[in-house]
């Protein structure tokens, strides 16, 4: 596939609507759009993610790249905010300090935005297929590694019900944990959809996914698995009902979405422009989205209650108001831009 590919960016932004959606309300008032929604986003946003993966490149090279587009935005954001609750006197030194620690856990429950947790799981991943790549290179058989790549996710689904939660006794004190430190414990499961995408980028023509059967097919599939299966999946909370099922409604989903986005890109313009615009603004929305929400969420019931408006209005605000804070704070900076990678901030030069 070439570098750029319109249909990938539309891709893109519908799935970051989707993320925003998915972590309104929206469960208590329709929980079959949520269950729609959780099906297939989290697995689309990992294959989306390696689509473009290269394990020619360099290890060094791969890893700065990925620390400075994934890692170095989750800390800028985690010190921002211990750094504002402590200076404005929500918190004290030490309580920041505290919370501070344990968000270097990076699972949800210890980050104080819980959708980060996203963020070093991918940079893990990365490295993952890396390796995925180098080992699997001598085999001359595609077939033998394609047997090891779908293997992986019921490998990966094995761990999962022990590693949210499970207990450790350190100095004669019981402690809980929820997932392994950085969801490592993910890194199989999120791998196989992220090395799947480079497989089919690969092998599938892109006349594929322009097929209204491929489309149609791949909908009636998704659409019926959600409304005839009880199998629900949050990645998050490491709940994988069904390892055989709940992976075939998510590449059912993949396929519908990038069969959509194929779509859009073809017959309806405009709407692929403006789902592509967001899809380039992915990072931005993904990290401010929810405290966004719950904020204007929480301005809201007390005067027009919890109901589809609120869950719209913050909805709404999931989506522009990141955008905002983008095109208003992050691209005029180069020195937060290049927290969110975004290149690297410009270097003074000596006066001497």
Do not use: C
């Amino acid at each position: 596939m070439p570098k750029r590919i319109h249909y990938i960016d539309i891709a893109k932004g519908i799935g970051i609507l989707l993320v925003v959606l998915g972590h309104n309300d929206l469960n208590a008032y329709h929980p079959m759009l949520h269950r729609f929604i959780y099906a297939f986003h989290m697995p689309l946003f990992f294959f989306l993610s390696g689509i473009f993966f290269n394990p020619e490149r360099p290890f060094k090279t791969l890893v700065k790249k990925r620390f400075e587009g994934l890692i170095k935005p989750l800390i800028f954001i985690i010190l921002f905010i211990y750094g504002v609750f402590f200076f404005f006197g929500k918190m004290s030194l030490v309580t920041a300090g505290s919370r501070l620690l344990k968000s270097l856990y990076m699972t949800g429950p210890y980050l104080n935005w819980g959708q980060l947790w996203f963020l070093p799981v991918l940079f893990l991943i990365n490295i993952y297929a890396y390796f995925f790549y180098k080992f699997t290179k001598p085999i001359s058989k595609n077939w033998v590694r394609w047997a090891i790549l779908l293997i992986t996710p019921w490998i990966g689904t094995l761990p999962l019900p022990y590693t949210w939660t499970f207990d450790v006794e350190i100095l004669g004190k019981s402690l809980s944990f929820y997932g392994l430190p950085a969801s490592l414990d993910l890194v199989l499961l999120g791998g196989f959809y992220f090395i799947l995408a480079r497989e089919i980028s690969r092998h599938v023509p892109e006349d594929f996914f322009t097929s209204k059967i491929t489309f149609l097919s791949s909908a009636a599939i998704l659409f019926g698995m959600v409304l005839t299966l009880d199998i629900p999946v949050d990645m998050a909370i490491r709940l994988y009902s069904s390892p055989i099922l709940n992976t075939i409604e998510a590449i059912a989903g993949i396929i519908f979405t990038l069969s959509l986005s194929r779509q859009i890109e073809l017959n309806l313009p405009k709407l692929g422009n403006l789902f592509s615009y967001f899809g380039s603004l992915t990072m931005s929305i993904f990290i401010f989205h929810l405290p966004i929400q719950e904020m204007v969420n929480g301005k809201l019931v007390p005067h027009i209650g919890q109901n589809d408006l609120t869950v719209l209005i913050a909805f709404v605000s999931g989506v522009l108001l990141p955008i905002f804070i983008h095109k208003l704070f992050i691209a005029p900076n180069p020195n937060v831009g290049a927290w969110f990678g975004m290149g690297s901030a410009p270097h003074k030069e000596s006066s001497s």
